[in-house]
């Protein structure tokens, strides 16, 4: 008898087995589908993503766009394509410091304001198709005045005389005596 069971237990495993393996093949109808291929003559009409720069460089898919005002690329929803009377003091104050300081060529930057906050500020410098660099500045008795320009790590030395240039547009300096990073 016991034989017997066991025989059965194979036997009815044996069947499970086979309806398992073999229920696929009955149940579902298996197709082939192709897919098309464009031809290689086919140009794509869809640019990638930053492939759309216009004459200024701004990237319209990221939301860029050319503010005359301002000089610069941005996206109206973040900053305001509209200068202030501050902004354009600082900016012009900055580019005729630049000039003065670099020469005739420096005639030729995009001087762009980023940040002013309560007497120091913070922006750019560039040219059209190259690279730039970054100033700050301070106002002092009524007048802005260079603090820094270039690229790079600002010396503390060169802050020395504005104890009061905010940490937050200017975190970090370059002790130059003792070769460290200084957090202000």
Sequence with gaps: MRMRSKWLIVGVGAVILMVIVTVPFFSFKITRQTIPVPDADVSPTMQPLGGDTDEHGCIGSAGYSWCEAKQKCLRTWEESCTETNKEEEVRDAVRAQLIAKHG?????LNIS??????????????VEGMGGG?????????MWQLVWDGNGVIE?????????????LI????????QIMVTR
């Design 104 to 108: 005739p060529d420096a005639e030729a």
């Design 113 to 126: 304001v980023a940040i002013i906050d309560s007497g120091y500020a913070k922006g750019g410098a560039s």
């Design 134 to 142: 970054m100033w700050f500045a301070a106002e002092v008795n009524g």
């Design 156 to 168: 503390c030395s060169v802050l020395a005389a504005y104890p009061e240039f905010p940490s937050t």
């Design 171 to 178: 975190p970090e300096c370059y002790d130059s005596v003792a």
